[in-house]
């Protein structure tokens, strides 16, 4: 029989795409939620608690050998808790650490716990420092295995660039414009960037289950063998909903200055912020992608899904949802 694992964030975006593959991967699974379950799957349990209570972390853990870390707010929600990602990984790990036995602990991190550099390479892990909160959250969670000495939990830190896929809320305000018969091309020379494929993360996430763990903090990286800028985003958009019929070329710094004010207005009118200033500089000014350099520094492994694929499934998803509201 397969270890049990714990998972958390199984209710977020990614938590329920890696939720349905580790099933089907025949593990069985514990979820650590916050908040009563109101739908299940069969073979899953729940426990409800909070990841900022260590004893609640510590029943949580009885008779689990895997941890998958994967809860966390994302820029839009951290005004909400900003002190969640740090305090959340710090508690589960310090729980981890006092059960005095083996126990893995794979933690979801991001491309934004190093800074980017417009010659399109990372910093070396743990030795830089994000320009946006959510990159320094997870820097700083980082910072906590690099910290501990515990021989008995073994950490695997994954880096990974933009996720997305069904169910991703950063991608509909151009599914709207695609609807609309809208999509700009963006003149200039824009940043690279990599995406992986939520459903691919997923699977990648599994599959480091077969792999032996160091003794010491490993960072895995995934890397993209095709970077890809905005306008490649854009026109595989244009192209998988067949509705666009007019793309006005808009010059970089227009463009810029049209997600700013967008931003900020925004901002005034909701707490949850639907386009944090942040992403539009990773938008027009910041490069997030693995260099050859940092896959030999690291270990690292590739996506699968093209981005047209991805696109392509994510925008039915999106199409779905709108028909049948």
């Known amino acids: 029989m397969k270890t049990k694992v714990l998972l958390t964030g199984a209710t977020g975006f990614v938590g329920r795409h890696f939720l349905q593959e580790i099933v089907r991967a025949g593990y069985p699974v514990r979820c650590l939620v916050r908040s009563e379950m109101h739908s299940f799957i069969d073979g899953v349990e729940y426990y409800q608690g909070d990841l900022l209570c260590f004893e609640d972390c510590k029943e949580a853990l009885e008779g689990i050998e895997i941890v998958y870390h994967i809860a966390g707010l994302g820029l839009s929600r951290m005004q909400e808790n900003s002190i969640f990602n740090v305090e959340s990984t710090r508690t589960l790990f310090k729980a981890c650490e006092a059960e005095g036995r083996l126990i893995k602990f794979i933690f979801l991190s991001s491309f934004k716990a190093g800074l980017p550099d417009r010659r399109y390479t990372l910093s070396p892990w743990f030795e830089a420092y994000s ?16 910290e501990s000495s515990h021989p008995n939990v073994k950490v695997a830190v994954i880096r990974s660039p933009m996720i997305y896929g069904p169910g991703d809320k950063n991608l509909i305000a151009f599914f709207w414009l695609a609807q609309k018969g809208v999509m700009p091309v963006i003149t200039g020379v824009m940043p690279v960037s990599d995406m992986v494929y939520v459903t691919d993360l997923a699977q990648l996430l599994i599959e480091l289950l077969g792999t032996p763990f160091v003794e010491e903090t490993e960072i895995i990286t995934i890397a993209n063998p095709n970077p890809i800028t905005i306008n490649d985003l854009l026109t595989d958009i244009a192209d998988v909903s067949e509705s666009v019929k007019w793309r006005p070329h808009i010059p970089k710094k227009v463009f810029f200055y049209i997600l700013m004010f967008i931003s900020k207005s925004l901002n005034l009118i909701s707490r949850t912020s639907i386009l944090p200033v942040e992403r539009v500089y990773d938008l027009c000014h910041y490069s997030w992608t693995c260099t050859a350099k940092d896959a030999e520094v690291n270990r690292s ?14 925008y039915q998803h999106y199409i779905n949802l709108k028909n049948n509201n």
Do not use: A, M, N
């Not at 492994?301 to 994510?314: A, V, W």
């Open 131 to 146: 320009p946006d909160r959510y990159g320094k959250s997870k820097w700083e969670s980082e910072q906590i295995f690099k």
């Open 301 to 314: 492994i590739e996506c699968k899904t093209s981005l047209y694929k991805g696109i392509y499934y994510t």
